[in-house]
């Protein structure tokens, strides 16, 4: 069987919220990403799909979140993503410090990683998250989205994702077949010192990087942990190429489901963790202008037809928006200057 074509890296990754107003305030206005689309899940429609994303939802940008409030607090452990990791230009970890000081975030000490500065903390849920200052390339894909955060220190998409997995070994079999190549080992720092964390790079620029780490901590999911990451094939015949991979390993993925912005396949690799595979086409733009993305809530296909019994269940919610009066005397200030 002929190899498929490699992932160019992570497309998204999904996880679990409690509060849908304060998973909103924190992922938009502190940590300045764009609310690209505002909808259900799917499977649940009584809950929010939230996608947080770069300005115009760049594959490998988007961080999406189903606030499920009566769901109790997770653990994140083995079979787990553990840590997502975002991209952040080279000098703007000061920036990030001072502003998680403003916004009351809890955050860690920096730890060096593969000749990188990581910037460890905790969304109001629980859920590990992390800023890798790295220099960002002239011709990167992503677009900075600037309404919180200036574009010299902004979010740009994925860096990594970090598997927590009883036996490594299979997962990165598995993720060879999938296109990525193992680039460097090292021992971990921070909440699992000593253990031999492994890495494995992508085809693509971002969200190319995956680690693997060996734990024998019980996971539990609920608030504060990740329901799924995605992983791009770009196309429909990239996709039932890698599907066939998968299942020649012995895994079980569906057949592809169509999610509205994306085509889907999911399977759970050999420890437990959802994967799921993602097409680039047809984009979070493709029900909304670009200029409106995330102003209204979509309800996909035949959802609308639902749509005054659905909004009826679901809590309501307000976009964070910049202060105007705060943005004009910031730059009556730099005036002043």
């Known amino acids: 069987m002929a190899d498929p ?3 160019p890296g992570i497309h998204h990754v999904t996880c679990i919220a409690g509060d849908p107003q304060r998973n909103l305030d924190f992922w938009v206005e502190t940590l300045g990403l764009r609310l690209v689309k505002r ?3 799917q499977d649940d429609p009584g809950t929010y799909h939230f996608f947080f994303a770069d300005a115009e939802g760049t594959p490998g940008t988007s961080m999406t979140f189903f606030p499920w409030e009566n769901m109790s607090q997770g653990k994140v452990g083995s079979g787990q993503v553990a840590r997502t990791a975002f991209r952040v230009p080279e000098g703007s970890l000061d920036y990030w410090e001072a502003r998680f000081e403003e916004y009351d975030v809890d955050y860690a000490e920096r730890v060096e990683r593969f000749g990188e500065t990581v910037l460890p903390f905790r969304d109001p849920d629980g859920l590990p998250v992390e800023l890798v200052a790295v220099e960002i390339p002239e011709d990167d894909p ?3 989205w600037t309404e919180f955060v200036p ?3 902004a979010i740009r998409g994925f860096h990594s994702v970090t598997l927590w997995l009883t036996d490594p070994q299979p997962t990165q079999k598995l993720l060879r077949t999938m296109g990525l190549k193992e680039v460097g080992t090292e021992e971990s720092q921070g909440d699992t010192p000593g253990d031999q964390r492994t890495r494995f790079q992508a085809a693509g620029s971002v969200g190319q990087y995956v680690d693997t780490l060996p734990t024998v901590e019980a996971s539990r999911q609920g608030h504060g942990t990740v ?8 196309t429909d015949d990239e ?10 390993m012995g895994l079980r993925p569906t057949q592809q489901i169509d999610r509205h912005w994306f085509r889907s396949v999911y399977f759970r690799e050999f420890d437990g963790v959802l994967f799921e595979l993602a097409t680039k086409d047809p984009g979070y733009a493709s029900d909304e202008l670009l200029e409106d993305l995330g102003g209204r809530l979509v309800l996909p296909g035949e959802f609308e037809d639902r749509r005054e019994q659905i909004e009826a269940g679901l809590a309501d ?4 928006e910049p202060d105007a009066d705060a943005d004009a005397e910031a730059a009556g200030a730099e005036r002043d200057d």
């Open 5 to 7: 074509n490699p992932t």
């Open 39 to 41: 909808s259900i899940n």
């Open 142 to 144: 992503t677009v900075p």
């Open 151 to 153: 574009t010299e220190h």
């Open 227 to 234: 329901h799924h990451v995605a992983f791009q094939t770009p």
């Open 239 to 248: 996709q039932a190429e890698m599907r066939k991979a998968v299942r020649s």
């Open 317 to 320: 919610v307000t976009i964070p």
